[in-house]
T-cell receptor, first 114, second 112 residues
Framework: DGGITQSPKYLFRKEGQNVTLSCEQN?????MYWYRQDPGQGLRLIYY???????QKGDIAEGYSVSREKKESFPLTVTSAQKNPTAFYLC?????????????FGEGSWLTVV | QKEVEQDPGPLSVPEGAIVSLNCTYS??????FMWYRQYSRKGPELLMY????GNKEDGRFTAQVDKSSKYISLFIRDSQPSDSATYLC????????????FGKGTKLSVKP
């Protein structure tokens, strides 16, 4: 089935540890995104990538890092520098065009710092 | 003023009611408008996508855009308990792929 796969669904992290969230898509989309969702905050863009080996910071990139070595994959690392990492993380993808970009989401990953 | 405003609710309606969900925006550069539905602990799914002012219908759902008033709406006819979810509006202002802005979402509950 075509879609976006995020793993793991639930992840617990100890303070001071880095963790990596996986995102894979088989939709042949060029663009991929990472969003963070907190209660009452809506969706906030962390990073996005329009093409392999290139990515741009979003509104809340501090404490996060990404890579885009393959078109299908866009992993997100939550580093120990991120002060409040507990949140719901959503990966998304879209085609790239000059006339609007409808994005499609994965099922999300819940990260809890313990 | 925030770029996109959306009443968080919660909104509770009886089954069969017509539901109206709304967003306002301040930036006239927004060109494309979307509505997403998000069930609890799931990723958002795209419901409707519109560009021009006017109405777009898809089954029980109608999306309405009024660019002159900077106001968009989603109407749900004959609402069902399965429509209970959070509804997010989203708008793209062109240029970079990162220029997609989401509202905070309205939580809807349809009571049987």
């Amino acid at each position: 089935d075509g879609g976006i796969t995020q793993s793991p669904k639930y992840l617990f992290r100890k303070e001071g540890q880095n963790v990596t969230l996986s995102c894979e898509q088989n939709l042949n989309h060029d663009a991929m995104y990472w969003y963070r969702q907190d209660p009452g905050q809506g969706l906030r863009l962390i990073y996005y990538s329009q093409i392999v080996n290139d990515f741009q910071k979003g509104d809340i990139a501090e404490g996060y890092s990404v890579s885009r070595e393959k078109k299908e994959s866009f992993p997100l690392t939550v580093t120990s520098a991120q002060k409040n990492p507990t949140a719901f993380y959503l990966c998304a993808s879209s085609i790239v065009r000059g006339s609007g970009n409808t994005i499609y989401f994965g099922e999300g990953s819940w990260l809890t710092v313990v | 003023q925030k770029e996109v405003e959306q009443d968080p609710g919660p909104l509770s309606v009886p089954e069969g009611a017509i539901v109206s969900l709304n967003c306002t925006y301040s930036n006239s550069a927004f060109q494309y408008f979307m509505w997403y539905r998000q069930y609890s602990r799931k990723g958002p799914e795209l419901l409707m996508y519109t560009y021009s002012s006017g109405n777009k219908e898809d089954g029980r759902f109608t999306a309405q855009v009024d660019k002159s008033s900077k106001y968009i709406s989603l109407f749900i006819r004959d609402s069902q308990p399965s429509d209970s979810a959070t509804y997010l509006c989203a708008m793209w202002r062109g240029g970079s792929q990162g220029n997609l802005i989401f509202g905070k979402g309205t939580k809807l509950s349809v009571k049987p």
